[in-house]
């Protein structure tokens, strides 16, 4: 007999098999079911903890044997099927985030060639350009903490927890992640995460696999243009043009190639504003608006937070504290993203003219602080008109919102100092004061203090300060005076969507091209990008049978 169900157990528990066996039988028993221990087997399918009482527990989600031995294809791990790629057919990918290097393992199950185009660079010289953003003040625009190999999530703590699991095989991703080296409890974690000390190997592992198999990756080389063919005019077709390959720019040569191919699945991330500009001017009407949001980081002492989240207990047994919040203000949506425990605010803008930050936390997650964004819902129609007129007259009303975040990351960066981030202390930012010092922080450009109440958009501002004060009604002493607000946390999602047929994943105005991931509009986060660039690159599959 099969069955699953779910049992609390004290955290000093967790690997103590007979009391595990016992809480089994327990509720077997409560079923009618009368088994000794030694004729019961467990996996665990998920793991959580539950910290809403003073008595905190953790959840083990099982699914339990009985009279029966666990079968092997419950305790296989994933078996990769891929082939050597054929020169026959090849897809061009924009991007070697998730969507785009899980697009490329999806293709070579068939033996489909991929192209790899990153503007970034490896790993490797990744980690020295996001090295000098904090110690030269030196930020590169196409090597940073937003572009380079394995995107944006690669040193941003590599997060693997989704509630997207409808778009895909949640389990499929995390298992993928575990074949190149991550450890085997992002498969049972209810929010898992791989570290950012961690993740760069895994990135490394999967280039290294594509390369093996035949397919190629360009680093250093911006895509800078789309070959297009006008499609005859159809009062039945969708698309205006069909994509048959890019131009793009070797950054260290200058020089321009063009690579051609049966398809192109665009996975460029959240920050490639360049990219929405050269759609825009080649078909406008591919793209939307969509809602996004801002704010700022707030950081607090680990230890404030853990004793907050924990009841005041000892938190031996127990890992650092999260948490997350949601409300609503005005009708819009207040809410914490991407929270760090034990974490550090990084540097994540990817031009010189602005600050971005953003979070991060190694795989013990044992820095001495905890951080999180708190930002505000953006809907389109919440635009200023100064931004309206502009994409007007950029000929592409969809650019509105970015237009707005790029102003804001500008405007926060008059408001600092180099890469040196304006900051206030959560306590002055809702009394409306200076802060005459600011706590010691994690963030390495250093902070700069300033009125964040007097120069933050107004109905961003003010969602903030009412929905930091219903966090205190629900988690007493998150507002402190050891807290400190970081600006500005502007690249939670993108504010503008590439258009797709829901079925077949083509961009709506141009044959062939596939968006695909953050940057496109359809995905937050790296399993749900994972996802998404798999979705994109089966249906490529399908229309090149």
């Known amino acids: 007999m099969i069955t699953e169900f779910s049992i609390t157990i004290q955290p000093e528990d967790e690997n103590n098999n007979s009391i595990i066996l016992q809480k089994i039988s327990r509720q077997l028993a409560d079923k009618n ?21 003073r008595q905190i527990k953790i959840v083990l989600k099982l699914k339990v044997f009985v009279n029966e031995e666990i079968p092997l294809s419950e305790t296989q791990t994933f078996t990769p099927e891929w082939k050597t790629a054929s020169e026959k057919k090849s897809v061009i990918i924009i991007g070697s985030g998730p969507a785009g290097l899980f697009a490329a393992l999806k293709l070579l199950e068939s033996g489909i060639k991929p192209i790899i185009i990153e503007r970034g660079k490896t790993t490797s010289k990744r980690k020295i350009d996001i090295a000098a953003i904090s110690t030269k003040k030196i930020v590169d625009e196409n090597s940073n903490y937003c572009f380079g190999e394995g995107g944006a999530g690669t040193f ?31 498969l049972t974690d209810a929010h898992a995460h791989i ?11 999967i280039r290294d696999k594509i ?66 500009s050269l759609l825009a001017k080649k078909c406008p009407s591919a793209l939307e608006p969509k809602t996004f949001a801002a704010g700022v980081r707030v950081e ?16 031996k047994n127990l890992p650092t504290a999260e948490y997350r919040f949601t409300t609503q203000v005005d009708e819009r949506g207040v809410y914490s ?38 930002v505000v819902e953006i809907r389109p129609d ?7 007129e502009q994409a007007d007259k950029a000929g592409c009303k969809a650019l509105a919102g970015l237009y707005f975040r790029t102003a804001l990351e500008k405007l926060t960066k008059q408001n600092g ?8 202390r959560l306590t002055d930012f809702l009394n409306h004061k200076d802060s005459t010092s600011l706590p010691e922080s994690s963030y390495t450009p250093g902070l700069v203090p300033s009125r964040l109440d007097k120069w933050l958009p107004e109905h961003i501002e003010k969602r903030l300060e009412t929905g930091f004060h219903n966090f205190e009604k629900t988690t007493k002493g998150f507002i402190s005076s050891d807290a400190v607000l970081i600006a500005s946390e502007t690249r939670t999602s993108t504010p503008v969507r590439i258009l797709r047929n829901t079925e077949t994943f083509e961009c709506t105005g141009i044959k062939n091209l596939y968006p695909a991931g953050e940057g496109s509009g359809y995905s937050g986060g790296i399993v749900s990008s994972a996802m998404d660039g798999e979705n994109a690159a089966a249906s490529i599959l399908l229309a090149l049978k």
């Open 417 to 424: 100092s180099g890469q040196s981030a304006p900051a206030q």
């Open 195 to 205: 570290g950012t000390d961690k993740l760069p190997k895994i990135i490394n592992a």
């Open 337 to 374: 993203f991407c929270m760090c425990p034990g974490g550090f605010v990084v540097p994540s803008s990817s031009g010189p003219d602005e600050i971005v930050v953003n979070g991060m936390s190694t795989a013990k997650r044992n820095s001495r602080w905890s951080n999180a964004a708190i």
């Open 211 to 276: 390369i093996s198999l035949g397919g190629e990756i360009y680093f250093n080389t911006k895509c800078s243009d789309f070959i297009l063919e006008r499609l005859p005019q159809n009062a039945n077709a969708a698309a205006s043009f069909k994509i048959t390959g890019i131009k793009a720019v070797n950054l260290e040569t200058e020089s321009e190639t063009s690579f051609y191919a049966d398809a192109v699945l665009l996975a460029t991330g959240h920050s490639a504003s360049d990219i929405y």
């Open 382 to 388: 919440d635009i200023p008109q100064e931004f309206e």
């Open 33 to 53: 079911i009368k088994i000794a221990a030694s004729k019961i087997k467990y996996i665990v399918l998920k793991k959580s903890i539950d910290a809403r009482h």
């Open 300 to 315: 607090h002492p680990r230890e404030l937070i853990d004793f907050i989240q924990y009841h005041g207990q000892d938190r």
């Open 156 to 186: 941003s703590d590599g997060k693997l927890y989704t509630r997207s699991n409808k778009r895909g095989n949640v389990n499929r991703i995390l298992q993928i992640f575990n074949f190149f080296g991550a450890d085997e409890n992002i």
